[in-house]
Structures are given as structure tokens and as C-alpha cells.
């Protein structure tokens, strides 16, 4: 029977190795050389509702909302399948979704095409109490459309229907600059700097936003296919790199980021990806779980197994869970032990949208994230 395992649940026993390799030294300003390495080997701390206020600030999310188009059966290639399941779609967008089911306060800023999926798509964030005020609506180009499986040999298999959509024309002169400002989370990924005039009104909000004072949180979210090439994909994403605040990266995307790298070697993370504007790295290993940095510490973490039925929007589903728990309490970021159940919730946030198709429809509540902790 396949197994998934999600990538944030914490175990065990806290080590206080410090760093001697030659290498680590040059940023040891940055880590202070007494950071600690958190190897956790058994089940996290208990979750009530005491530990999640009810209380959240609000997170804006940029970006892509498309439909995506899921296989009624699993296990095989996108021409192998017989149907497909019509879902909303796209990360930022189901970030939102994500933090709002959970309890938290989210909007979505980007662009769809004024046709029936992209009125439904709108539909589908208000029906999930995402503000959707930032979104606009093309009438001269369609919503996204993307078809996704997990073949029998465990790979993602991804075809989109973008030439151009409507999430690729959103202009600066359009973003809901008042709405950026309200926000204390500015979320997003990296599709849409692909292409003008998305790119600039990306740039553009970043700058609102960090000018806001917001806490910039980054997902690159990696799509090779959508990129001119894999050099523009690397420049691109790399290209804000240092910016953001919050990244969660997963190992696959530390491997083609260093051209190559080891991305288990967490001195390759340190030197190469860690920077000063971060307040927390996190690099999410699939089965093997999920490692955490910050200036302070860092660690491993194990994860939890259920039965998957379909992956899409795990990733997304835990940002959602990390994000939410910082949007409800910033001192995770100095307390360690905070971060580790926020980063639990997360991962319990994860396991269970894989028991389900689809991404939105998948997204878990935080009763039954907290139901699911208490088993």
C-alpha cells in the first residue's frame, strides 16, 4: 500500500551540536556558531485550541487562479486517463483558501478571465471567506487551465493552457494597493514573473508591501514547463530571492536553484540560500520530512503516513498551515518550541489534503487538523 509523508512533524530530543566545518564559519554572524541542530525522533507536542488564537492578522496572497483538471484515477499518465475532475486551482490562491479555512483572514490579488470559469473561480474564494476585492477580471483573455496527475512511478505530470491566460496580463495600474497595506503577511510564488506585464505588477506589490512592513513569504513553487528555459527559470526565481522573509523550498527545488547541489548538505542552505532579510527557511523533503532554519536554530523533522489519494496541493496546504499559525503569533520565529508545533499543525494541514482530490476541496479546517492531532 503507498504511503505519503507529509513534511513537518516534529520527534524526540533536542542536540546542541555547534558548527566547526571551515565553510560554516564565513556566516557564523549570522548563526552565531552556538546554533543549535534539533533532531526530533517522536511525536510532537499536543495541539488544543489554547495553542491558536482566534485572532488572525491578515495575509494577502499574489498570484495565478486557474481550474485544474485531476484524473478520476490515480496512477496514470494524463493521456491514460479516462476523466477529469474539474478543481480551483493555482498556489497563492489555494494558500488563501487554505488560511481562511483554518481561520484566519485572507485575500487573493490577481487576474482571471471574465468567462464562466473565472466567475466561478471568484465564486469559490468568497464561498471560503477569501476578500476578493484585488481580483480582476480580463474580458479579452481566458482563466488558466491546467491538467495534473501522479503517474504510477510517483512523478507529477503537468499541462497548462496559458497562451496567454488572464493571470499573465494583470497590470500594476490594476493592484489593489490599499489592500497590500492592510496586510501583515504578503504571500506569493514565482509563476508569475514569467511573463510581463505580470512581472512588473508583481515587482510592484512587492515593493507596497515591504514598505507596508509586511512579512514577505515565498513559495517558489517550481514549474519548469512554464519557463522560456531552465536558465530563466533559475535567474527568475533566484531573482527575489533575497527579499523574502519567509521561504519554504523542497529539496528538488535546492537541487536545480545550486545547479546541482547536495540539498541535504545543510551548508549548502546556509551559504547558498540562507540570507539576512530571512527570519525562516524551510526545505520540505517529501517522506523524509522536513528541515527548518532560522538565525537562532535549526532542525529535522519526521512526518506522519496516511494513505494518499492525490498530492496536489499538500505544499500548498502546508504553507497555509505555517502561515496561519505566523499570521496568529510572530514570536514563532524567535521560540523554537512555538515553531514546532506551528510547523506539526502544518504538517497535519498537508497529510490530510492527500486524502482527498484536488487542492481547494481538500483543504482541511483547523477543527479537523486538531481532530486529527488528538488521534
Not at 547558498?272 to 517522506?287: A, Q, R, W, Y
Request: glycine share 8%; hydrophobic share 40%; net charge negative.
Amino acid at each position: 500500500m503507498a504511503q505519503f509523508t507529509s513534511s513537518a512533524l516534529f520527534w524526540g530530543m533536542i542536540s546542541n551540536d555547534c558548527m566547526h566545518s571551515n565553510k560554516f564559519m564565513n556566516i557564523k554572524l549570522l548563526f552565531k556558531c552556538a546554533i543549535r541542530y534539533s533532531i526530533c525522533a517522536g511525536k510532537s507536542d499536543d495541539h488544543t485550541k489554547e495553542d491558536y488564537k482566534e485572532t488572525s492578522a491578515l495575509v494577502v496572497c499574489f498570484g495565478e487562479l486557474l481550474i485544474d483538471f485531476v484524473p478520476t484515477v490515480s496512477g496514470v499518465s494524463l493521456a491514460e486517463a479516462p476523466a477529469f475532475k474539474k478543481t480551483a486551482g493555482g498556489a497563492p490562491a489555494n494558500v488563501a483558501v487554505g488560511i481562511s479555512r483554518l481561520g484566519g483572514s485572507s485575500a487573493f490579488i490577481g487576474k482571471v478571465g471574465a468567462d464562466e470559469f473565472g466567475y466561478m473561480l471568484a465564486d469559490i474564494l468568497k464561498q471560503n471567506n477569501v476578500e476578493t476585492s484585488g481580483m480582476q477580471f480580463d474580458p479579452n483573455a481566458r482563466t488558466a487551465l491546467a491538467f495534473v496527475t501522479l503517474r504510477a512511478d510517483g512523478e507529477r505530470e503537468f499541462l497548462f493552457f496559458r497562451n496567454p491566460s488572464a493571470d499573465m496580463l494583470l497590470q500594476e495600474s490594476e493592484l489593489d494597493k490599499n489592500l497590500i497595506k492592510q496586510a501583515k503577511i504578503f504571500h506569493y510564488g514565482s509563476i508569475s514573473l514569467i511573463d510581463e506585464p505580470c512581472k512588473s505588477a508583481h515587482l510592484a506589490a512587492l515593493r507596497i508591501a515591504r514598505d507596508s512592513g509586511c512579512i514577505l513569504s515565498y513559495d517558489p513553487n517550481l514549474r519548469l514547463a512554464l519557463w522560456p528555459s531552465i536558465e530563466a527559470a533559475r535567474n527568475g526565481i533566484m531573482s527575489i530571492w533575497d527579499q523574502a522573509n519567509v521561504i519554504k523550498i523542497s529539496k528538488e527545488e535546492i537541487t536545480f536553484l545550486t545547479a546541482g547541489d547536495d540539498p541535504y548538505d545543510d551548508n549548502v542552505v546556509l551559504e547558498k540560500l540562507f540570507h539576512p532579510n530571512l527570519k525562516l527557511l524551510i526545505v520540505t523533503e517529501g517522506s523524509e520530512g522536513c528541515r527548518y532554519y532560522t538565525k537562532k536554530f535549526r532542525g529535522r523533522v519526521a512526518g506522519v503516513e496516511v494513505k494518499p489519494v492525490d498530492t496536489t496541493g499538500a505544499g500548498d496546504a502546508f504553507v497555509s498551515g505555517i502561515i496561519y499559525g505566523l499570521a496568529s503569533d510572530q514570536s514563532l520565529l524567535q521560540n523554537e518550541e512555538r515553531l514546532r508545533k506551528a510547523l506539526y499543525f502544518a504538517n497535519v494541514c498537508g497529510a490530510i489534503t492527500v486524502t482527498e482530490r484536488g487542492a481547494i476541496p481538500a483543504l482541511p479546517t483547523k477543527e479537523a487538523v486538531l481532530q486529527f492531532t488528538a488521534i
